[in-house]
Nanobody
Framework: VQLQASGGGFVQAGGSLRLSCAAS????????MGWYRQAPGNQRELVAH????????????KYADSVKGRFTISRDGAKNTVYLQMNSLKPEDTAVYYC?????????????WGQGTLVTVSS
């Protein structure tokens, strides 16, 4: 399984970006998909994630306090793609953003990371 992240870029404070992370490979279902970020000199931190609620079409989503009300995580199951809509961006949102996913695959369960996409927010 491979995760390909895209959508990062340079934006002024108050602007918006949408990140995408497309998964490919022998995926049967997802258990978890999420976005993390790492700013220079800082540890990687969770931004938003979603858990598959078994036997339903629902997902349990959670956000870091710092992004609540500004960021939205969503998923397109048909495309095995997770998105992060980021609005009202702040300079402190500047970081490399990574997608992470746990899938049930034809080879069993596995945890995967994307390559990261840089988001830079100017003041």
């Amino acid at each position: 399984v491979q995760l390909q992240a895209s959508g990062g870029g340079f934006v002024q404070a108050g602007g918006s970006l949408r990140l995408s992370c497309a998964a490919s490979g022998p995926i049967i279902s997802y258990n978890y998909m999420g976005w993390y970020r790492q700013a220079p000199g800082n540890q990687r931190e969770l931004v938003a994630h979603m858990f598959n609620v078994r036997n339903t079409n629902a997902a349990d989503t959670k956000y870091a306090d710092s992004v609540k009300g500004r960021f939205t995580i969503s998923r397109d199951g048909a495309k095995n793609t997770v998105y992060l809509q980021m609005n009202s961006l702040k300079p402190e949102d500047t970081a490399v953003y990574y997608c992470n996913a746990n899938f049930q695959t034809s080879r069993g369960p596995g945890n995967y990371w994307g390559q990261g996409t840089l988001v830079t927010v100017s003041s």
